[in-house]
């Protein structure tokens, strides 16, 4: 392998490490952590709505469709 690629991919590496340490003690992270149950219920429910909202359109255009052939 390149000299290069290996130099980059250590300091990825460390980087990601230091990140990741850095993030342990992080009170944002852990407020983040808590919600996350909270916050997949929210995503859920938007996306329900957005598939009732598309549905509905959908819907709305097919009737059009409908309505215009037999008129």
């Given at each position: 392998m390149n000299k290069n690629i290996m130099r980059g991919l250590a300091l990825v590496g460390a980087v990601a490490g230091s990140g990741v340490a850095a993030a342990a003690d992080d009170p944002g992270v852990a407020a983040i952590t808590a919600l996350?149950?909270?916050?997949?219920?929210?995503?859920?429910?938007?996306?329900?709505?957005?598939?009732?909202?598309?549905?509905?359109?959908?819907?709305?255009?097919?009737?059009?469709?409908?309505?215009?052939?037999a008129g």
């Open positions: 996350s149950g909270q916050a997949t219920t929210y995503i859920t429910a938007a996306f329900a709505v957005a598939v009732l909202v598309a549905g509905g359109f959908w819907g709305i255009k097919m009737m059009k469709k409908a309505f215009s052939k």
